[in-house]
Each structure stands twice: as C-alpha cells, then as structure tokens.
C-alpha cells in the first residue's frame, strides 16, 4: 500500500448516510488492517432545503455536489452515496467504480396496520416522490399525497405528528437502519417500480487516484453494477433527474439482463411502461434502447408536460 495509510470518506451526515459511510470503512479496515480510515460529514444542498419539494429546486446533484466538491480538492478521497440521489453525469475527473451488492430495492408502505389495498378512502399517503405518486396514484387515484421531506427517522416519526394515514420509503434504508419491524407492507415492483439505483450504495473517487481504486475494488458487487449501469443508461435517455416520475429496475438472470422501465404523469392518470431483455455485457445499450422506446411511446410528452406543470428546471443538455 505504499506509503499512505490514511483514507477520509466523505459522507452527508443523516443517520442513514453514517451507517452506509462507516459499514464502508468497516469492510476497508477488516480487508486492511494497517489503514487509518475516517469519515468528513459534509451538509449538501439537498439537506439545508427542507421547507420545498426537491422537484421544485432540480433533482440533479442536490445530495452530492459538495461532496464531489471535496472530493476535487482532494480533501477527502472517496465518497460513499446511495445510487438513486447520484446524477447520471459526474465531474470529468470523478468516476464510480464500485457499486456494493444491492438491498431490497423496493418501497416501504409504513402505515398503522393496513396495507396498501386496504389504505382508508382517501387516505393521506406522505412521500418526497412524483415516481411513487404517479404509481400509487394510478392504482388508487383517491389517495391524497402530502409531500414527505427530512431523514428517514423524521419522516417515518411523520406517520404519527402529520395525521398520515402512511408513508412510503425505500426498504433498504430502513433495514440498514434495523427498523424492519416499522415496515407494514413491502410493495410489489408491479405496484411501484423502484428508483434508478434504489437500494444500491456506490463509491466515487477520482478517476487517477490509483492507490483509493485498488483498495475499493474488492468491494464492486458486478451483478448490482450492471444492473445499475442499464437502469442509469435509460434514465440518462431520459434526461431525468431523480426527482422525475420516472422507474427503472434491473435483474441480472445469469448471462442476461432485464430491465423495466417506466414514465409517469404526476396525477397517475397515465403511466408508459416498457422493458427488455438482453445480454448483461450490452446493459447501457439496452437501457438506452429501452429509454427510446419509452420516449416515442408518450414518455416525451408526459416528462414535457411535468417540466411544464411542476416548474421543474429542465434537463441539462
């Protein structure tokens, strides 16, 4: 290992942030015992903004930006993100080279008993999400979504001081968290596709940081990396940000890969849905094909319409 024996992670500071960032220097010093690991809380933008809906202030980069910041000037030297916040483009001296084995990627109905079928008419439904809206609200258009902002401790603590008749998370976190036992109901990917990349930590670093590149690979899980890569591809297609209402989720099937995709409007009156199969070595061209498909169907028209109506900024071209 030559002659470093430190490494400083950057991580933003939430609960659930810190648990991902020191299970990573956990792996590091057990994989290597003489190296000094320490971890740099740094607050992002998508942290200081809780009073509005991230849709509202653009969904690229809004809980990595300062992190990548520290990462050019070399004041730390890798981050830990969790995928479904990281943009599709990175700074030109940055690169992810690893992404961990995924957890559950799906979503986490937490209500006071019932499951998602059984949610109340009218039920008040709390989420951060125009992806999960558009979805449960295809299903049952007479929920009320009430938008959900905060850490995840403080927004599951919502269900209880909002009057919510539920909310919806990603599972992972809560697992990773331990708080299983809070979870009512795991949703089917029928019923709400998951985020690009939900459920899937990665690590970024400079791209000529030889030394931090050797020591990370072993931790690259390459069944979760190409399947992140061709849901990253589609959404790169469609020009989205995470905070559009747009799905896409990956399965490795032995040599193959196959991916669904999904656009939808904000109501959830219409949702475009598609998908594809091919071999895992072509995961960013089928995720491209797949994300032009999706287009052409009426996936352009609705993503228009929601840059329109949402007074979302529009992707950066």
Known sequence: MANRKTLRI????SQLALWQANWIKGRLEAQYPDLEVSLLKIKTTGDKILDVPLAKVGGKGLFVKEIEEALLSERVDLAVHSMKDVPTELP???????????????DALLSHGAGFAAL????KIGTSSLRRQAQLLHRRPDLKMVNLRGNLDTRIA?????????????????RRMGWESKITELLDTDLSLPAIGQGAVGIECRLHDAQVNEWIAF????????????????????????????????????????????????DGGELIRDEIRGPRSEAEVLGIEL?????????KRILDEVYRTQLLPPPEV
């Open 10 to 13: 950057g991580t933003r500071g």
């Open 120 to 123: 109340p008419q009218g039920g």
């Open 158 to 174: 919502k269900l209880q001081t909002e009057g919510l008749d539920a909310v919806v998370l990603a599972a992972a976190g809560i």
């Open 219 to 266: 931790l690259r899980h390459a069944d979760t990396f190409d399947a992140v890569a061709a849901e990253r591809a589609f959404l790169t297609k469609l020009e989205g940000g995470c905070q559009v209402p747009i799905a896409g989720y990956a399965v490795i099937e032995a040599s193959e890969i196959h991916l669904r995709g999904l656009v939808g409007s904000v």
């Open 92 to 106: 030109e001296a940055l690169h992810l080279p690893v992404i961990c084995e995924r957890e559950d990627p799906r």
């Open 291 to 299: 994300g032009e498909r999706v287009l052409a169907a009426g996936g």
